[in-house]
């Protein structure tokens, strides 16, 4: 099959119009992730936002600025029907009238890994690694026919449908478990956390775990991969956390003013930083899996916020962590929670994996035309 060679430069030409509004708040605001979507609200925002840009419908949005550092270059296309305001910070750009290439078909491209390992090697050396609008330009691309364009698209328009589906769902069963929660805790018996809950921090003094079995813990709760340098650490000081106990961070003042609590839903031992505070329950008066929901109230997050004391950072320590008193409804009450919780842990699983799929997709679509 004969493939096209295309440099961006002369399919895409930049967007500008401002929105010329001062006061824009976060939520008028989009920011783009690392998965190339749009997101709001925007996580911070200038004083003045006159100088913000408009996303018009079919154009596209990218963020030069940290693409060396993070390995990715955040882009997203606007595919609704209304315009999306984006940080003056980022290039806004729509498409010439070319008959070469299609919109989601050079999106794809840029979706993939390999685009995102090319322009992570031609940044620039500063402190930032950016790219440059020129060098972004530059690179090019090889394209198919328009036909197999467009059967290439329609594969990946459908994974994109299935992740945008679940994600809705998703949301609405995070939406139905709060309301159910709030609900049970109405008219629950208060306890405090210290009557059901007690410390189990085991050390991995044989060193059964090891760099791959280490974890730290994120701002939304959950184990996430530690940015520990293993090699300057004694790992046989860690703390070993069981299937079904809970880890959390006393510090509160730089975890994006929420708790950082994780429990481990897995039937394998994980290991976290010795700076955690590790527990389980030890009463039949409550189940793990509601009270890690409770946990990940936003309320819980506030009051471990305002209970939280200190100079230089602030803590939650556990002392005072365990004088909690929460809710504690009936155990059929808190089953019903646990079944939802666990629907929903599947269902993110399911997203999980179409999210790689798309990813793959993508990549194997980039070097079946660059070979």
């Known amino acids: 099959m004969t493939c096209r060679t295309i440099k961006i430069g002369d399919i895409v030409e930049q967007y500008r119009e401002i929105c010329l509004k001062r006061n824009l708040t976060p939520d008028d605001v989009w920011g783009i992730s690392a998965k190339k979507e749009f997101f709001s609200p925007a996580r911070q925002i200038g004083q003045d936002t006159s100088g913000y840009k408009i996303v018009s419908p079919g154009c596209f949005a990218c963020n030069l600025l940290h693409v060396g550092r993070d390995k990715v270059l955040p882009i997203a296309l606007n595919r609704d029907d209304k315009a999306k305001i984006v940080s003056f910070n980022y290039y806004v750009f729509k498409f010439k009238d070319n008959p070469h290439i299609l919109k989601e078909y050079f999106f794809l ?61 998703n949301n609405l069963l995070k939406r139905l478990i709060s309301a159910v929660m709030e609900e049970h805790l109405r008219e629950a018996p208060t306890l405090e956390l210290g009557e059901f809950i007690t410390k189990e921090e085991v050390q991995n003094s044989e060193n059964l775990l090891g760099a ?24 046989s000081a860690f703390f070993i ?127 079946k035309y660059s070979d």
């Open 109 to 169: 491209l840029l979706f993939s890994e390999d685009m995102d390992r090319y322009f992570s090697y031609h940044t620039e050396s500063s402190v930032r690694d950016r790219v440059d609008w020129k060098t972004f330009c530059s690179a090019e691309l090889k394209v198919p026919p328009i036909d197999e364009q467009k059967r290439v698209v329609d594969v990946f328009l459908s994974l994109r449908e299935n992740i945008a589906l679940l994600k809705k769902y």
């Open 212 to 235: 791959k079995d280490l974890y730290g813990i994120s701002a939304d709760k959950t184990f996430c991969a530690s940015m520990t340098d293993v090699k300057k650490v004694n790992l």
């Open 241 to 367: 956390v069981k299937p079904k106990y809970f880890a959390y961070n006393e510090i509160t003042s730089r975890n994006k003013e929420s708790l950082s609590l994780a429990f481990n839903i897995t039937d394998k031992n994980i290991l976290v930083s010795n700076r955690y505070r590790v527990f389980k329950i030890t009463s039949d008066k409550i189940i793990e899996e509601f009270l890690y929901l409770y946990f990940t109230r936003e309320e819980f997050n506030r009051f471990a916020r305002f209970s939280s004391w200190g100079c230089a950072r602030e803590m939650f320590e556990w002392s005072d962590f365990i004088r909690t008193k929460i809710p504690v409804p009936p155990l059929l009450n808190q089953k019903i929670l646990a079944d939802l919780f666990y629907l929903l842990e599947f269902k993110k699983k399911k997203l999980t994996q179409y999210e790689k799929m798309a990813k793959r997709f993508s990549s194997l679509v980039f070097k």
